[in-house]
């Protein structure tokens, strides 16, 4: 029996508009928009408080935050999980995560530099209680997250809204991310 919805097709129509904005070097895309993305995720506290109360994760949990960016929302899960691995293509992302959990006092989470697309799950990548893919390439590829869960799943992203970079651009143009 077929479904009421293609989420395949809906997954390429998104996909390929996304990865046209992206050059050939992801790492160095994402690389370039950390700091403004750390700042955006600062202002996103009550955006983000809200998601983490309908993430479901027990006190035992390990979770797999794909495309953490600045750890928006791998920080504050550090503190409900035992365990948190931080994933992104940008070392710049993963330097933010980093300096936001040591600023958080949180000790157990593991930042891991690697492209979800090169993820192969068992192999450079272990399975987690709970996978979370907001606003990231990892939400392209469904049956790959299901694979990478012990238990749940979630995706996050905007409905009808533009991205972050996308609020940046029309938002501050001509802000420095320079101090």
């Known amino acids: 029996m077929k479904g009421l919805v293609n989420w395949k097709a809906l997954q390429d129509l998104h996909a390929a508009s996304f990865h046209k904005r992206i050059d050939e070097n992801p790492a160095g ?71 936001n959990a040591r600023l958080a006092g949180v000790g157990n989470l593991q930042t891991l530099l690697l492209n979800w697309d090169d993820a192969a799950i068992g192999e450079n990548i272990e399975k987690h209680d709970v996978v979370i893919a907001s606003r990231s390439t990892g939400m392209f590829d ?18 009808q809204s533009p991205s972050l970079k996308e609020a940046r651009d029309s938002l501050f143009i001509g802000a420095s991310d320079k101090v």
């Open 29 to 99: 895309f994402w690389g370039q928009t950390a700091a403004m993305y750390n700042k955006m995720a600062q202002l996103e506290e009550d955006y983000t408080k809200n998601q983490l109360e309908t993430i479901i994760v027990e006190p035992s949990d390990s979770v797999l935050d794909i495309g953490c960016g600045p750890g928006r929302l791998a920080v504050p899960m550090a503190r409900k999980a035992a365990r948190v691995t931080a994933l992104d293509v940008a070392p710049e992302m993963l330097e933010k995560c980093q300096e």
């Open 142 to 159: 469904l049956i790959k997250l299901n694979s990478a869960a012990k238990k749940y799943v979630f995706v996050l992203s905007f409905a």
